[in-house]
């Protein structure tokens, strides 16, 4: 048995949970009529409705319990103390400093990061507002009228998860694209819509190595150069963001041209760095400083609220009852908001990135689960396709449910049709329909006898599934940031609770080598047999269509 598995508050709670398995949430609804007040707590413009959970008092007071145990409250501190947390790939976990808002202070050995991190933000506000005001000329003199993001993971889903969730606050007079796939259909298709005399390139790539964003950012260069541009005014059309200010250099781009991040930004935590120059073009220097506002006042609360009242603290034991007792291994989270229809995938990377980890930070295997599988899309979609098995599929799905109570498109019953949708599936989802509901239902419908009988099972909600409600007052630049960083601090509570290391992504590695040796020998015309019979039967298959077209 593991360190955690054996500790007090792990095996507390693994008592708990048989006499909570049972437990149906609609009796504790009606045992509890206040539990939504019970289960609920709002931080700036957002609320957290959790009371349709699978949880009693006695439950939060013990998830409590066990955070305290694994010191939670110490791993805060060092995370925010800028210690080095990354302990495979030695380094710390700084984001909150990219939107240290009240420029308290932050070290790494010693040395304050903020004046760094605010000559950066100059830059980008000086980039940003001379792009957009015009005044940036492409070679032939006119104004830059598209930005395309070549980047892939960290330097990708983010800002664009953020320039989608912020459309309402964009400019029609500049388009932001992102290029992420080595696919050359997306790059193909992207160019073919664009002039390179008003396109602008950032070339996003922290390390500057990654093989899909120089392959991207090549054949960027290429058309530029083959439609128009020349060398002489590749400076106007191409800028890095990047911490490896040689190796852009070197592909050609002016280090003045260059935004800088550092060894502590992790790529799936760097929206808030020079990563999110598309956002800062796409909607405004000043709108993207409201996002940093946002996020900074959820890690102030983070940082100093009690831990009974701290949303992301309370988010992360919930999703660790599920994940690690209960053995629900997906979450769903499920935008009733058109606009975060990419918050999906962006949290997809966010949480199996950080914590789809196997060993604890000491090396030891885990003998429980961690990260959840993240998939979702945005409401009411869902309920037309998968909402199926969430209902009676027979699985635990536990759901984030998430909208907005302003809309920025108020266009007829729209929005209430989208809230209304919302609130029914979450109470739904945790009522269920009890035999006795549904023959009566039937029964009023005119069946009765075996007609009845062999419809009613198939007519069963057998309801209990949890759901927190994520409402936020609209969705404007700052509750987004707010709401990004509430999961970006869930998913830590969750990593040190599990022991695991959340900021290092070794898993990717091995793919990379091999794509390495595969690329070679899909380039070379002879059969091969280095490998199993799968992998070499599908190069072969590979050649041999090719041969035969
Ligand atoms: C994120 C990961 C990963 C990374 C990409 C792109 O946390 O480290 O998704 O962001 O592999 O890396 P580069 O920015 O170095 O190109």
Request: aromatic share 8%; glycine share 8%; net charge negative.
């Amino acid at each position: 048995m593991s360190v955690l598995t054996q500790s007090p508050g792990w095996q507390a709670l693994q008592a708990h949970h048989k006499t909570i398995a049972r437990v149906q949430m609609r009796d504790l609804f009606a045992q509890e009529p206040n539990r939504f007040e019970r289960f609920s707590l709002q931080v700036g413009d957002i609320l957290l409705d959790y009371s349709k959970n699978r949880i009693t008092t006695k439950t939060r007071s013990l998830l409590l319990d066990l955070a305290r145990e694994a010191d939670l409250p110490d791993w805060i501190e060092h995370m925010v103390g800028g210690e080095r947390i990354n302990t495979t790939e030695g380094r710390a976990a700084l984001h909150i400093a990219l939107r240290n808002r009240s420029n308290r202070l932050i070290a790494v050995d010693g040395q304050d990061v903020m004046p760094a991190v605010n000559a950066v933000l100059s830059r980008m506000q000086a980039f940003s507002e001379t792009v957009r005001s015009g005044a940036w000329a492409g070679y032939a003199q006119g104004r830059i009228t598209d930005i395309v993001n070549i980047g892939i993971g960290g330097s990708h889903l983010g800002p664009e998860m953020v320039c989608e969730a912020l459309k309402p606050y964009g400019s029609a007079e500049l388009s932001v694209h992102f290029v992420s796939n080595v696919d050359g259909a997306q790059i193909a298709q992207t160019l073919q819509r664009l002039n390179p005399a008003s396109t602008l390139f950032i070339i996003t790539s922290k390390t500057f190595t990654t093989q899909e964003t120089l392959a991207n950012a090549r054949t960027a260069r290429s058309w530029f150069l083959e439609n128009g541009g020349d060398m002489a005014s590749l400076a106007q059309h191409f800028v890095a963001v990047t911490n490896n200010k040689d190796a852009a250099a070197a592909f050609g781009i002016d280090p003045q041209r260059t935004f800088e991040i550092w060894d502590w930004v992790g790529g799936r935590y760097s929206l808030w760095s020079a990563v999110g120059l598309p956002i800062a073009l796409a909607v405004g220097f000043e709108r993207f400083t409201e996002l940093l506002d946002g996020a900074h006042s959820m890690d102030e609360h983070f940082r100093t609220a009690p831990l009974h009242e701290n949303m992301p603290v309370l988010m992360g034991l919930l999703g660790l009852w599920y994940g690690s007792f209960f053995g629900a291994e997906t979450l769903a989270v499920l935008p009733y908001d058109q606009t975060l229809h990419r918050f999906p995938a962006f949290l997809q990377q966010l949480d199996m990135e950080s914590n789809g980890k196997r060993v604890t930070r000491d090396g030891e295997a885990v003998d429980y689960a961690t990260a959840p599988v993240v998939w979702g899309e945005p409401g009411t979609n869902g309920q037309h396709a998968f909402f199926q098995a969430l209902h009676q599929g027979g699985k635990l799905i536990p759901a984030d449910f998430i909208a907005a109570a302003e809309s920025h498109y108020p266009i007829d019953r729209h929005h209430d049709m989208l809230l209304a949708n919302f609130f029914a599936q979450t109470e739904a989802l945790m009522r269920g329909k009890t035999a006795a509901e549904v023959r009566a239902e039937l029964q009023a419908g005119g069946l009765s006898g075996d007609a009845l009988e062999r419809l009613l099972p198939h007519k069963l909600f057998p309801g209990n599934q949890p759901t927190n409600s994520i409402l936020l007052r609209k969705l404007d630049p700052g509750t987004l940031g707010a709401l990004i960083a509430l999961y970006e601090h869930k998913i830590f509570v969750q990593g040190m609770i599990w022991r695991i290391n959340s900021f290092d992504q070794w898993g990717v590695e091995l793919g990379k080598q091999l794509a390495t040796v595969i690329l070679a020998e899909l380039e070379t015309p002879d059969p091969v047999s280095s490998h199993d019979s799968s992998t070499n039967g599908l190069i072969n298959a590979v050649k041999e269509m090719r041969d035969g077209s």
